[in-house]
């Protein structure tokens, strides 16, 4: 893109302006889908308790996110009068902030990436660690007590489940040999057969299951949604928040999901390759299915589970969450580092 912009411009201004349109590009088609899958997930929940979900505004309810949208826009921003109020504001700034920030890594086709740095992974690792600044800042600042215990709640469950989503990532970047997410699909090419994926590999597949269930925990996402138990934190860190502020943290909340989903299908399930390598069996030749479409059928698919199980596994209590964290994912991801290193330095080096 900066080669075109260069035709007309210095190199350094078609490199800005490749840089801007590119942000947009994703920053926002990514706002649009956040809307859509929000009328998505109450759709999917709708169904599953046998109800109808959104059906008023526009046709077939699509219109509802947007009214909601609207409805938040305009409605007053209130801070509390014991609030701290410049950190008060910032908080959810900053959550929207840094769930944006960590998509610039991902691949959408072969090379279709706005950075393509050599530490895509640990960019992505580092970003997300970034998003419990936000809510424990929401949950000090908020000067409420409720707001608070979610905040230390919150902290204490991504801290958790990011140690053993780093083992699990090791485990990939050790199979892959590159921390670069353009690197690490492409290492996914043919890699059981004629199947693309590292989740068909009988070692990494159970760190796929780790890893799904780590996300749910990582984005609070229900059965680990203990930070927004209604019963006892009236409604988590942002319970003092409204208007754009409380709208921010969920376009937040729902961005992060999507890069969840996105991270499934780039590390595990082949990004933008075709789940096995058969052109329709030559029902159609010449018909090709372009790379961001499959990598975003995965996607797509990936936000169904997360909605299944929202809608139907009860929520798990405290200890039972920081047990599954600390006692079972912490000491199995450890195994399956040395197992999978183990079968690497067997298997390529003769070790």
Same mark, same amino acid.
Request: charged content about 10%; proline content about 5%.
């Given at each position: 893109?900066?080669? %075109?912009?260069?035709?007309?411009?210095?190199?350094?201004?078609?490199?800005?302006?490749?840089?801007? $349109?590119?942000?947009?590009?994703?920053?926002?088609?990514?706002?649009?889908?956040?809307?859509?899958?929000?009328?998505?997930?109450?759709?999917?929940?709708?169904? #599953?308790?046998?109800?109808?979900?959104?059906?008023?505004?526009?046709?077939?309810?699509?219109?509802?996110?947007?009214?909601?949208?609207?409805?938040?826009?305009?409605?007053?921003?209130?801070?509390?009068?014991?609030?701290?109020?410049?950190?008060?504001?910032?908080?959810?700034?900053?959550?929207?902030? &840094?769930?944006?920030?960590?998509?610039?890594?991902?691949? +959408?086709?072969?090379?279709?990436?706005?950075?393509?740095?050599?530490?895509?992974?640990?960019? &992505?690792?580092?970003?997300?660690?970034?998003?419990?600044?936000?809510?424990?800042?929401?949950?000090?600042?908020?000067?409420?007590?409720?707001?608070? +215990?979610?905040?230390?709640?919150?902290?204490?469950?991504?801290?958790?489940?990011?140690?053993?989503?780093?083992?699990?990532?090791?485990? $990939?970047? #050790?199979?892959?040999?590159?921390?670069?997410?353009?690197?690490?699909?492409?290492?996914?090419?043919?890699?059981?057969?004629?199947?693309?994926?590292?989740?068909?590999?009988?070692?990494?597949?159970?760190?796929?299951?780790?890893?799904?269930?780590?996300?749910?925990?990582?984005?609070?996402?229900?059965?680990?949604?203990?930070?927004?138990?209604?019963?006892?934190?009236?409604?988590?860190?942002?319970?003092?928040?409204?208007? #754009?502020?409380?709208?921010?943290?969920?376009?937040?909340?729902?961005?992060? &999901?999507?890069?969840?989903?996105?991270?499934?299908?780039?590390?595990?399930?082949?990004?933008?390759?075709?789940?096995?390598?058969?052109? %329709?069996?030559?029902?159609?030749?010449?018909? &090709?299915?372009?790379?961001?479409?499959?990598?975003?059928?995965?996607?797509? %698919?990936?936000? %169904?589970?997360?909605?299944?199980?929202?809608?139907?596994?009860?929520?798990?209590?405290?200890?039972?969450?920081?047990?599954?964290?600390?006692?079972?994912?912490?000491?199995?991801?450890?195994?399956?580092?040395?197992?999978?290193?183990?079968?690497? #330095?067997?298997?390529?080096?003769?070790?």
């Amino acid at each position: 893109m900066t080669a %075109f912009f260069n035709q007309w411009m210095s190199y350094d201004a078609a490199w800005l302006t490749a840089t801007i $349109v590119g942000i947009l590009l994703i920053a926002l088609p990514l706002m649009l889908s956040v809307a859509m899958v929000i009328y998505a997930d109450r759709k999917i929940w709708a169904a #599953m308790a046998l109800r109808r979900g959104p059906n008023v505004v526009g046709p077939w309810g699509l219109l509802q996110s947007f009214a909601d949208g609207l409805k938040v826009f305009l409605q007053e921003t209130i801070v509390p009068s014991a609030a701290n109020k410049g950190l008060f504001l910032i908080a959810p700034i900053i959550t929207f902030t &840094v769930a944006l920030m960590a998509w610039a890594v991902i691949p +959408f086709n072969s090379g279709a990436v706005l950075a393509d740095i050599n530490v895509g992974l640990l960019y &992505v690792l580092a970003i997300s660690s970034l998003g419990v600044y936000g809510v424990i800042i929401a949950g000090w600042a908020s000067n409420s007590k409720y707001p608070f +215990f979610s905040a230390m709640r919150a902290s204490a469950q991504m801290i958790s489940y990011e140690v053993s989503i780093g083992f699990i990532l090791i485990c $990939v970047v #050790m199979w892959a040999g590159t921390f670069n997410l353009n690197g690490i699909v492409k290492a996914q090419e043919n890699h059981v057969w004629l199947f693309n994926g590292f989740v068909f590999n009988p070692l990494l597949f159970p760190m796929w299951v780790m890893f799904l269930i780590s996300g749910m925990a990582e984005t609070a996402r229900a059965p680990f949604d203990l930070t927004e138990a209604e019963s006892e934190l009236v409604a988590g860190y942002q319970t003092e928040y409204s208007s #754009m502020s409380f709208a921010l943290y969920w376009l937040g909340e729902y961005a992060n &999901v999507l890069l969840m989903c996105a991270l499934n299908a780039t590390l595990f399930w082949g990004g933008w390759l075709p789940l096995i390598d058969i052109p %329709f069996l030559g029902l159609f030749p010449g018909i &090709v299915i372009p790379g961001w479409l499959w990598l975003f059928a995965k996607i797509l %698919f990936f936000f %169904f589970v997360f909605s299944w199980v929202k809608a139907t596994v009860p929520r798990y209590r405290y200890d039972q969450l920081m047990r599954l964290g600390w006692k079972v994912f912490l000491p199995v991801s450890l195994l399956f580092v040395v197992l999978v290193s183990a079968w690497l #330095m067997y298997t390529r080096y003769g070790i």
